[in-house]
């Protein structure tokens, strides 16, 4: 398992790391107001998460750390300084143990957000800051609405329940002209036998993310195996929609597996996600992880899934004798989704570890399709084509 512990001495956080995040919020803030969204974006979206939550919590040291400005730095030595102890395990999550609320997933949260921090007598510049970021980002989501691949079917009407959403103080129509990426199509094309996905540099920077979607097919429905974040380009910079018919496996049995994160600093990386299950009776998420001393993968641990809370901090290890059914999203052909489901006859009991290798899904699940993923700095989500393989 993973985890971070730290203890920050309370006086220098008010006194010191406070001060900084409001100049840090004010002149992020002002980047937004100078139309430097994109960097903000960026940065928010790389930032690491202290675990994927319905309350979009981000570890602020690392946060402050991708930006690039005098504020930045001296918020991140304000953080620093305020750590009077601080312990992780080896392979650890690189967290520095201070988290703070950045709703970007669910824009919903931000008027709750705002009421929390005005209890707690917070400096608004925080505050102006996320509800700017916000504004601009419904905004975005709004301008790309028609586009027939996106997932996102976003109107003004639904933001304007929300304290924060200024249609009047987004930016202007010729902003998101000029930097909304024209995926309206995203077909792929054969080049030198590869199917492959070619955007414009233009198009490339204004994507936040990209990963593999693969499904197996049924007689009349689609199983979710999940999300990858594998890619890889050509020389001449396309994605290259394909796969080499491999998916995690757990014990030697292909499981749904939906990837997280990806963690680098100098020379150590960490990259994990779950696999979706109930674990000795209750809703749980089997970590599986790679880094840069166990590049063949291992389960780091078990996560429990709690339905009206924040997600759980620290895992527990797994013991001999426990079992577990791995749960499987069934969709129709639409890709309507249906129901959850576990097999009743694959029941897995731990004897010893729980190996965690790359399996032929050919073997296991027969026919399969994927399609990438792709998430711009406003949070819209599109698709490529999909591309069948058959055993």
């Known amino acids: 398992m993973y985890s971070t512990l730290?203890?920050?001495?309370?006086?220098?956080?008010?006194?010191q790391v406070l001060p900084a995040l409001d100049s840090f919020s004010s002149d992020s803030?002002?980047?937004?107001?100078?139309?430097?969204?994109?960097?903000?974006?960026?940065?928010?979206?790389n930032t690491r998460a202290v675990y994927q939550s319905d309350f979009d919590h981000i570890d602020l040291y690392d946060f402050a750390d991708r930006s690039d400005t005098e504020s930045s730095d001296r918020l991140s030595e304000a953080i620093s300084n305020s750590i009077i102890y601080y312990r992780s395990t080896p392979n650890?999550?690189?967290?520095?143990?201070?988290?703070?609320?950045?709703?970007?997933?669910?824009?919903?949260?931000?008027?709750?957000?705002?009421?929390?921090?005005?209890?707690?007598?917070?400096?608004?510049?925080y505050t102006n800051l996320v509800e700017s970021f916000a504004n601009v980002m419904a905004g975005g989501q709004i301008s790309i609405s028609s586009f027939s691949n996106t997932h996102n079917t976003i109107d003004e009407n639904e933001y304007n329940i929300f304290g924060w959403f200024d249609s009047d103080d987004c930016y202007d129509d010729?902003?998101?002209?000029?930097?909304?990426?024209?995926?309206?199509?995203?077909?792929?094309?054969?080049?030198?036998?590869?199917?492959v996905l070619e955007l414009s540099d233009e198009d490339w920077?204004?994507?936040?993310?990209?990963?593999?979607?693969?499904?197996?097919?049924?007689?009349?429905?689609?199983?979710?195996?999940?999300?990858?974040?594998?890619?890889?380009?050509?020389?001449?910079?396309?994605?290259?929609?394909?796969?080499?018919?491999t998916w995690v496996a757990l014990d030697g049995v292909v499981v749904p597996f939906f990837y997280e994160d990806y963690i680098?600093?100098?020379?150590?990386?960490?990259?994990?996600?779950?696999?979706?299950?109930?674990?000795n009776g209750e809703d749980a998420e089997i970590i599986v992880a790679w880094d840069s001393e166990n590049d063949g993968g291992y389960v780091a641990g078990v996560r429990p899934v709690y339905e009206e809370s924040v997600a759980a901090k620290g895992l527990y290890e797994v013991q001999d004798g426990d079992t577990f059914k791995v749960y499987y999203d069934i969709y129709d052909e639409n890709l309507e989704y249906i129901d959850t489901i576990t097999i009743d006859d694959e029941i897995f009991t731990v004897n010893g570890e729980i190996s965690v290798s790359y399996e032929d899904v050919v073997s296991q699940l027969g026919n399969t399709f994927i399609y990438y993923v792709l998430e711009d700095i406003y949070s819209n989500i599109y698709f490529t084509e999909s591309i069948w393989y058959e055993d």
């Open 6 to 15: 730290a203890m920050f001495d309370l006086n220098a956080v008010t006194n």
């Open 29 to 45: 803030y002002e980047q937004i107001a100078q139309g430097e969204y994109r960097v903000i974006s960026q940065n928010r979206s």
């Open 92 to 125: 650890g999550s690189l967290d520095y143990g201070l988290s703070i609320l950045f709703p970007y997933y669910d824009l919903s949260t931000v008027d709750e957000m705002a009421q929390i921090y005005e209890d707690l007598e917070y400096d608004t510049a």
């Open 174 to 195: 010729s902003y998101y002209e000029t930097n909304c990426a024209d995926l309206s199509e995203l077909e792929v094309t054969d080049s030198d036998g590869q199917w």
């Open 205 to 245: 920077e204004l994507m936040n993310d990209a990963a593999m979607q693969m499904f197996a097919v049924g007689e009349d429905y689609y199983v979710d195996m999940g999300l990858d974040d594998y890619c890889e380009f050509d020389d001449d910079g396309n994605l290259i929609v394909e796969y080499d018919q």
């Open 264 to 279: 680098e600093e100098e020379d150590y990386f960490l990259t994990y996600g779950y696999v979706p299950c109930i674990y």
